[in-house]
């Protein structure tokens, strides 16, 4: 008796050691953009996030190849309204018919577990498109009701930084004062169909535009000295949290204090332009390498540490057809035909779904996992405890 419960006290502590491994992996989100003439078809895509084991992605449309193809997967993805729909979707039978046309037929064999209404909206500059956001957004969400989807699936909209008309320090973030009546309309959407602030948030960006005075260790999530809110006492040791407690403060002026947020996008480039300071191979892998510690971590801000930080990371591809400056094509993980930009601790081998893993060995451009560790004693320890007191049961 005393050597079969050996054994199955250690399969308990390989199971727990297992299920630890999957909850870590889990909470990695990337971008997969489809700007490009040379991109994997989604097949190959999918084969890709699974030999990563990425379990979550978004989209920027609802390409039916890409729907059908991660079907009976278990990669749940987001999916977005594009910005000229918006006037039409907010006619509530029009609204019905998108849903019942892009969403039903796949859902629930495809995991669909947000739409994106919409790309940036609020600081997009035209007026009249951000006036018709919140009724496409309730019509949207009639339409999952009427079908009995609306438990499964988030409605939001990803907004950019630019929203805030103060981010620093955190506790002083406040909305621009021209979003002073729509926010609130929007706010009180999110907050009840319980769906989440979607924020793209890129501190590469404001070291780019300021690199005297911001230090690069801090926007790289190295270590370093940090800054310390003063009228919150929380100290910050990377500006992606910061950027995102802005939010936070932002919501709370408000009256919104207890809706989620989570980073849409966030990203570092590879390569850029000679004006585009920072962005560069080596800070790129750093940044996407920290960030990936970080959620593996499943770490909140140091205003809501307790709850993890969802992460969409930008993006999977660099994508060739994307215009603007240098580095807006070179922003992905991965080349089109499926090699690494650059190392960030993934690995995978072309043609093969069971060779990657996510690196966690130490570099001292890297945030030590010490939770995990931490996590792995505890698990051990409660599974040695229980085993002894069966031992002792049947002695």
């Not at 310390?228 to 949290?241: A, E, S």
């Not at 989620?260 to 800070?283: F, K």
């Not at 070179?330 to 069971?354: E, I, K």
Request: charged residues 15%.
């Amino acid at each position: 008796m005393e050597k079969l419960l050996g054994r199955n006290v250690v399969l308990h502590i390989l199971l727990g050691l297992f299920l630890l491994t999957l909850s870590e992996v889990e909470s990695l989100g990337i971008n997969y953009g489809q700007v490009g003439n040379n991109l994997p078809p989604p097949e190959k895509v999918l084969d890709l996030l699974r030999s990563l084991r990425v379990t979550k992605a978004r989209i920027y449309d609802t390409n039916p190849q890409i729907l059908t193809s991660f079907a009976n997967s278990n990669v749940e993805l987001i999916v977005t309204v594009e910005n000229d729909m918006l006037a039409s979707l907010m006619d509530p039978n029009q609204a019905f018919q998108w849903v019942y046309t892009h969403i039903r037929p796949y859902f629930p064999a495809t995991r669909i577990t947000g739409i994106s209404v919409g790309n940036e909206l609020f600081t997009g500059g035209d007026t009249t498109l951000m006036s018709y956001l919140v009724p496409a957004m309730v019509s949207i969400h009639a339409a999952l009701a009427r079908l009995g989807l609306d438990q499964f699936i988030k409605i939001s909209t990803p907004s950019s930084l630019a929203v805030l008309q103060e981010s620093f320090p955190p506790s002083a973030g406040c909305f621009r004062p021209e979003l002073n009546a729509i926010m609130p309309q929007f706010l009180q959407f999110l907050a009840a169909t319980k769906a989440p602030f979607w924020i793209n948030a890129y501190p590469y960006f404001a070291y780019k535009d300021d690199p005297s005075n911001i230090s690069l260790d801090y926007v790289l999530f190295n270590p370093n000295s940090g800054m310390i809110d003063q009228n919150t006492k929380l100290r910050y040791d990377n500006m992606l949290y910061a950027q995102v407690d802005a939010v936070i403060f932002a919501m709370y002026r408000m009256g919104y204090a207890g809706i989620e947020v989570g980073v849409s996008e966030t990203g570092w480039p590879s390569r850029g332009d000679s004006s585009e300071i920072g962005a560069t191979l080596e800070n790129a892998a750093i940044y996407n390498r920290n960030l990936f510690r970080r959620q593996m971590e499943n770490e909140g801000t140091p205003m809501r540490p307790k709850i993890k930080l969802e992460i969409y990371v930008f993006a999977l591809f660099n994508e060739d057809l994307k215009p603007g400056l240098t580095s807006e094509r070179n922003y992905g993980l991965f080349q089109p035909d499926g090699t690494m930009a650059y190392s960030v601790g993934l690995t995978s081998l072309s043609g093969s779904t069971s060779s990657a893993t996510i690196s966690l060995t130490s570099d001292s451009s890297q945030v030590k996992p010490r939770r995990s560790y931490e996590s792995l004693l505890s698990i051990t320890f409660l599974h040695l405890l229980v085993f002894r007191v069966l031992t002792r049961r049947h002695a």
